[in-house]
T-cell receptor
Framework: GQNIDQPTEMTATEGAIVQINCTYQ??????LFWYQQHAGEAPTFLSY??LDGLEEKGRFSSFLSRSKGYSYLLLKELQMKDSASYLC??????????WGAGTKLIIKP | GAVVSQHPSRVICKSGTSVKIECRSL??????MFWYRQFPKQSLMLMAT?????????EQGVEKDKFLINHASLTLSTLTVTSAHPEDSSFYIC?????????????FGPGTRLLVL
């Protein structure tokens, strides 16, 4: 079966760095997406990785290792507004998105 | 980035009535739109995939006669919840894929919160 694993919840301190991991087992791979979802709102797109390596976009970076079925989202200089759920999703061989359950990130002052 | 709108943002209706939710891509043509529902503290659940001009493809367990999807144009898809019941209360979110490239990013609408009394 297809499976996406990410931690349920993480806590970090304002100004610090946090890494949210995602491991996946899917039938085929056509890219991995990270989305941010604030409570009560729809997800917003953060990043897309299809090749191995690190993609940096401001305070957020996303890393992919296809051979390991692994990705992480790195958030630097954490701000209170970064408190949200972070969803990892993999596009399978049928170009369908397989969603992780999301990681709730709690930022403390 | 691409903008997707949804209307209404919130709806309360009586049991047995039908509710229509609109999803529009505002600055791009969306050949494919997706409808999701999300229960509190749970991940997104794909309900159906909608291609412009053709019938929607429903996920297993989703009643196509209850959740009617119409994708009449490249910028508009509608979801109609027919004869709504309290268990249909949920957060309904649409997303749209920009262009015909299957690997393109999906952009989400703001969601519609449905409460059936």
């Amino acid at each position: 079966g297809q499976n996406i694993d990410q931690p349920t919840e993480m806590t970090a301190t304002e100004g610090a760095i946090v890494q949210i991991n995602c491991t996946y087992q899917t039938s085929g791979f056509n890219g991995l997406f990270w989305y941010q979802q604030h409570a009560g709102e729809a997800p917003t797109f953060l990043s897309y990785n299809v090749l191995d390596g690190l993609e940096e976009k401001g305070r957020f970076s996303s890393f992919l290792s296809r051979s390991k079925g692994y990705s992480y989202l790195l958030l630097k200089e954490l701000q209170m507004k970064d408190s949200a759920s972070y969803l990892c999703a993999v596009m399978d061989s049928n170009y369908q998105l397989i969603w992780g359950a999301g990681t709730k990130l709690i930022i403390k002052p | 980035g691409a903008v997707v709108s949804q209307h209404p943002s919130r709806v309360i209706c009586k049991s047995g009535t039908s509710v229509k939710i609109e999803c529009r891509s505002l600055d791009f043509q969306a050949t494919t739109m997706f409808w999701y529902r999300q229960f509190p503290k749970q991940s997104l659940m794909l309900m159906a995939t909608s291609n412009e001009g053709s019938k929607a493809t429903y996920e297993q367990g989703v009643e196509k006669d209850k959740f009617l999807i119409n994708h009449a144009s490249l910028t508009l898809s509608t979801l109609t919840v027919t004869s709504a019941h309290p268990e249909d209360s949920s957060f309904y979110i649409c997303s749209a894929r920009d262009g015909t490239n299957l690997g393109e990013t999906q952009y989400f609408g703001p969601g519609t919160r449905l409460l059936v009394l």
